[in-house]
């Protein structure tokens, strides 16, 4: 562990805290309904793309079809809520725990499978909760699950006009999942993700150590994504099956690591920041016409960024900073 | 309800359709297996192969049968370009190659999506007369339908020469050496991009050529695609990646085993019957059926 | 130069500072807002909305001969001929983009009242933010049944609902029997969204209670690359009725795929959407020579109601087509939103909402075969009949119920 290491990640957690006090203040300038969505959502896909980039950038196992445990949150936390009066913070902890337990089931059975033919299982695997849950009378199929907001509350943390508890909500998810990254960065778990990225085979002498670490950045990512979900729930109050568990869900997750920095820090931050506020205004500004321009500035973008800088954005920093790998 | 005859019917329309399958999912399968690049635009290659069809029938009133050639000659020019433009950058990358080759891709998705929006407005498109359209021929009572019919031999004719290609011409084993070894086929002349675009611009007009015989029957609209490319990735991985053969198998299991699970479950999971089986595939051989990769 | 994230937030408050805030309208103008899907799968269905949305827009603020709400005059009378203005929003289809389209309407664009939405999932949420701005949502186009069953005082619907419609189809099967044709069996399929499955529930409740058998119930996945496996299914049941509830894509492979496999049902009564779509006719209208749909709306009202022809002359210059039940309901949602916005010679939500609640329009007063407009205590209008139509000959031919027909059903179909 050399001393740049050491003085790089501290200076990693105060620009960290610094921008999240920024954040936090955030509010007090931006008074605009429309763009204080767009920050949630910033946030809030941060978030979930810095904890698809543990299993997936860190631990080199891409993963497609996150949008599973980003629909298992949400319904767990909508079906307790609205069968059992279960209120969404246990909810939350109910959902991100099965979330946890099936990734690290499914973590089980597919480990095993390599490159784009594991890419390609989770990608099923997803859809066919997809189709189960469209199909599943008493999780309200295809009609969704639709939560009445009938007041401001914290316990059952819905709010009718006010984003402020949301928007400290997905900070603090985003926070979480940020920190949680920097510590296992510099974990033994870090270490032997680096290893199995890099040399599976070569780490396979590690024997089963390989495997259970895999597990468990399975599990972490998995819970982080799943609490996601369950706040998405809260936040949007109606879900369903295409709007939670789709496709374009697990890409969406992905994009803003892959863009910004795929295994590193803070590359899914960064990646966020950019994409996130860019999807949204070329769909109100641009998209109205159905013409299909905003498709096409969107999709170029990507294009262009992924060609240029396949490192992602924070290769544009100092080479040092951010680049695990 | 469930008699003899509709379950052979199931089956028969299953087999034509996993024939189709396979049809749609070689060229994915050759680009896949010659230079490991995922392409994630491969549904709207098939999707502007169907609208080339429906242009050239509506202007020209070319039957899809005849332009067909011509919509594969016309993807063999695009699919080269799509390397050329694209594709060769992605697979530069030092770091990450796989995650720019997929997002590089999908990007191009996107704007081919939006593209078409744009051109030929979201309307739904189709043929309504053609050589081969709406007619069915009818052996023992079973219903085969025309354009499928030749759909699915087309795809046996096309697999068997795509074999050929592939290990009898100098070419086809050029293309397996810069697979190997972009290095050492360098020293002995071979230009690597060349290689490549051309092996794009072959996959490309394998799916324009599915894509022509789709447009006599399937409606046609910009997110035709999508229904068409999972199914598509899923058949070439079960079928193991690096092999044709694997992909023609697997475009037959496929369309069997929808076929199947339609007749068992609500039709509305009949897809989830593929997915389980490709699973169960890849659980007992992880590199698919008959993968190298 | 390192991109925080503060940049970014200082540059979007510019931005949305900069941006238009048009001020609520006192008298010169009112804004309404209209969200759709403009990109995506469905974005056609959005493009034709904003033509009977502009079409309605021309009626509203020109002068026009017509015996319609605000049609004389230009612009809202109450609000002193003020005129109104649409602001169109695209929400992908998505219920979360939904609802931050219709919050961005709300607060920036300030509009009055929201009208939308084609999906039902979408109406849920757009709904239930107008619900919490106090701002009146009119569900345009929007048929599940629950949708007004939500306990909001903000939603309203002019139109019809499934249950609305499945009815119709059977006092239509009810009303053959009696003359002695055989209705037995009917075979149900539908897709798997909200719309299919509100529409497959409907229908099976209903034939249980009125004593019709079920044969098939198929639930298909809309967009399917095949439905050989179910048309296969639909003509071993080979039922008397088929009974489809499909958009126009599926709707195109249902009728070519029931082609290739030989299966000719003996009548097919549709839940309107992909079959009543131009589109799905130019693609395979030869093959459904006889087919019937519920509808809202009848072309064949021009005749007896002239007004109803000029102003599909009009909408057929915006966009070619004619109108159809959908863009015939967007059409008249926004007559009924503005004519409410012009009697509460206000712009104010609340006043809004109260002078919908007290809309009392007659029949004869709009495009629509209804007996009248009038809202209950959840906002639906019960009064508003279905017809079923019959494709003959190219054009659509009203034939039930008795007193909007002009023909009678061909049955079975040729």
Redesign the interface.
């Given at each position: 562990m050399d001393k740049n290491f050491a003085a790089r990640r501290r200076r990693d957690l105060f620009v960290a805290a610094a921008l999240a006090v920024i954040a936090a203040l955030a509010p007090l300038f931006v008074k605009d309904v429309y763009v204080q969505n767009i920050l949630i959502l910033t946030l809030m896909y941060a978030a979930l793309s810095q904890s698809w980039n543990i299993l997936s950038g860190y631990c080199g196992q891409?993963s497609l079809g996150h949008a599973l445990y980003f629909g298992l949150g949400a319904y767990t936390t909508a079906l307790l809520f609205m069968k059992f009066g279960v209120l969404p913070w246990f909810g939350m902890l109910a959902g991100g725990t099965l979330s946890a337990l099936i990734a690290m089931g499914l973590g089980y059975?597919c480990f095993?499978?390599?490159?784009?033919?594991f890419v390609?299982?989770t990608?099923?695997?997803a859809?066919?909760t997809l189709?189960?849950f469209?199909?599943w009378d008493w999780a309200g199929a295809a009609l969704g699950i639709d939560i009445p907001v009938r007041g401001d509350s914290w316990l059952k943390f819905q709010f009718t006009r006010s984003k402020l508890p949301y928007f400290y909500f997905a900070l603090v998810l985003a926070c979480v999942a940020w920190f949680v990254t920097w510590w296992l960065e510099d974990s033994k778990w870090g270490f032997w993700w680096r290893a199995v990225k890099d040399n599976p085979e070569a780490a396979e002498s590690l024997g089963v150590v390989v495997f259970n670490s895999k597990m468990g950045a399975a599990a972490v990512s998995a819970f982080l994504v799943a609490v996601g979900g369950s706040f998405y729930a809260q936040f949007v109050s109606y879900i369903d099956p295409e709007s939670v568990m789709g496709?374009q869900f697990s890409?969406l997750m992905a994009?803003p690591a892959?863009?910004g920095g795929?295994?590193t820090l803070w590359g899914p931050v960064l990646g966020a920041a950019i994409l996130i506020p860019l999807t949204e205004l070329t769909r109100s500004f641009i998209g109205g016409s159905?013409?299909?321009?905003?498709?096409?500035?969107?999709?170029?973008?990507?294009?262009?960024i992924?060609?240029a800088l396949?490192?992602?954005l924070v290769s544009l920093f100092s080479s040092r900073k951010g680049a695990a790998? | 309800?469930?008699?003899a005859e509709?379950i052979i019917?199931?089956l028969a329309?299953?087999l034509l359709?996993g024939l189709l399958?396979g049809l749609i999912a070689v060229g994915l399968a050759l680009i896949?297996g010659l230079m490991d690049v995922?392409n994630f635009a491969h549904g709207e290659f098939l999707m502007i192969s169907m609208y080339a069809t429906f242009f050239l029938f509506a202007f020209f009133a070319i039957d899809p049968l005849l332009s067909a050639p011509l919509v594969a000659a016309a993807m063999f020019v695009f699919g080269a370009v799509v390397y050329l433009l694209?594709v060769r950058?992605?697979m530069r990358?030092?770091?990450?190659?796989?995650?720019?080759q997929?997002?590089?891709t999908?990007?191009?998705?996107?704007?081919?999506?939006?593209?078409?929006?744009?051109f030929f407005?979201?309307?739904?498109?189709?043929i309504?007369q053609s050589a081969l359209g709406?007619k069915?021929i009818?052996i023992a009572g079973i219903?085969l339908?025309e354009p499928?019919l030749v759909g699915a031999l087309l795809s046996i004719a096309a697999f068997g020469a795509l074999y050929l290609f592939i290990n009898r011409t100098d070419f086809g084993r050029a293309l397996e050496a810069t697979r190997e070894d972009p290095g050492a086929v360098a020293l002995v002349g071979i230009d690597k991009n060349r290689v490549f675009a051309l092996g794009w611009g072959l996959g490309a007009a394998l799916v324009g050529l599915s894509g022509a015989i789709m447009a006599i029957?399937?409606?046609i609209?910009?997110?035709v695609g999508?229904?068409?490319a999972?199914?598509a990735?899923?058949t070439v991985?079960l079928g193991g990646?690096g092999s044709v053969f694997g992909a023609f198998a697997g475009g037959i299991i496929v369309g069997l085993v929808?076929?199947t699970t339609?007749?068992i479950l609500?039709?509305?999971?009949?897809?989830?019957g593929i997915?389980?089986v490709?699973?169960l595939v890849?659980?007992i051989r992880?590199?698919?059926l008959f993968g190298s990769? | 130069m390192t991109i925080t994230r503060r940049d970014v937030l200082l540059g979007a408050t510019a931005t949305a500072a900069l941006m238009p805030l048009a001020a609520r309208a006192q008298t010169s103008e009112v804004v309404i807002g209209v969200i759709y899907p403009f990109?995506?799968?469905?974005?056609?269905q959005g493009?034709d909305a904003q033509k009977a949305y502009e079409t309605a827009l021309e009626v509203i603020n020109k002068d026009a001969d017509f015996d319609l709400p605000l049609a004389k005059g230009e612009g809202l009378p109450g609000l002193g001929g003020a005129k109104v203005r649409l602001v169109f929003a695209d929400h992908q289809a998505d219920p979360q983009k939904g609802r931050a389209e219709t919050e961005r309407l709300i607060t920036q664009e300030k509009v009055s009242a929201v009208i939308g939405t084609y999906q039902s999932s979408v109406a849920v949420t757009v709904s239930q933010i107008c619900e919490r701005y106090q701002i009146p949502f009119v569900s345009a186009d929007n048929s599940s049944p629950s949708l007004h069953r939500r306990g909001l005082k903000y939603y309203f619907r002019a139109s019809p609902h499934d249950e609305m419609y499945s009815a119709a189809m059977f006092d239509f099967f009810d009303a053959l029997k009696k003359k002695g044709t055989k209705i037995e069996t009917l075979a149900l399929f539908h897709e798997?969204t909200i719309f299919g499955t509100d529409s497959g529930n409907a229908q099976a409740k209903i034939a249980g209670e009125r004593g019709y058998k079920i044969l098939a119930d198929?639930?298909?996945?809309n967009?399917?690359?095949?439905l050989?496996?179910?048309v296969?299914?639909l003509?071993?049941?080979n039922a008397d009725v088929l009974m489809p509830s499909s958009y126009?894509?599926d709707g195109?492979?249902l009728v070519?795929t029931m082609?290739?496999?030989?299966y000719k049902p003996n009548a097919i009564v549709a839940q309107d959407a992909g079959f009543s779509?131009k589109?799905?006719y130019?693609?395979?209208g030869?093959?459904l020579e006889g087919v019937i749909s519920r509808g809202t709306f009848s072309l064949d009202l021009a005749q007896k109601r002239p007004m109803v022809g000029k102003i599909n002359d009009m909408f057929k210059a915006k966009s070619g087509k004619d109108l159809n039940d959908l863009t015939s309901r967007q059409f008249m949602g926004l007559i009924v939103l503005a004519d409410a916005i012009s009697r509460a010679k206000s712009t104010e939500g609340e006043k809004i909402r109260d002078a919908l609640a007290a809309t009392d329009i007659p029949g004869d007063k709009t495009i629509m075969p209804w007996k009248r407009i009038k809202f209950d205590e959840m906002g639906q209008n019960n009064d508003a009949d279905p017809v079923l139509l019959q494709y003959v000959g190219g054009k659509f031919v009203t034939i039930f119920p008795p007193q909007a027909a002009i023909a009678e059903a061909t049955w079975p179909m040729k």
């Open positions: 891409i059975l095993r499978l390599r490159g784009h033919y390609i299982a990608i099923v695997i859809e066919i189709l189960l469209h199909n496709f890409l994009l892959v863009l795929i295994g159905g013409r299909g321009v905003d498709l096409i500035v969107y999709g170029t973008l990507i294009v262009l992924s060609l396949p490192r992602g790998r | 309800m469930l008699t509709a019917q199931s329309s299953g359709m399958y896949f995922v694209i950058f992605a990358a030092k770091a990450n190659a796989g995650m720019v997929i997002f590089s999908f990007g191009l998705a996107i704007v081919m999506r939006g593209l078409a929006q744009f407005t979201p309307d739904y498109r189709s309504p709406g069915t009818s219903f339908p499928q029957f399937f409606y609209y910009p997110d999508a229904s068409f999972l199914i990735y899923v991985a990646f929808e076929a339609a007749l609500p039709p509305s999971l009949k897809s989830v997915y389980a490709y699973l890849v659980f992880p590199r698919g990769m | 990109s995506g799968a469905s974005a056609q493009v798997d198929i639930k298909y996945r967009n399917s690359p095949s050989s496996a179910e296969q299914q003509k071993s049941a126009t894509t195109i492979l070519k082609a290739e496999l030989g779509e589109a799905l130019d693609a395979v030869d093959k």
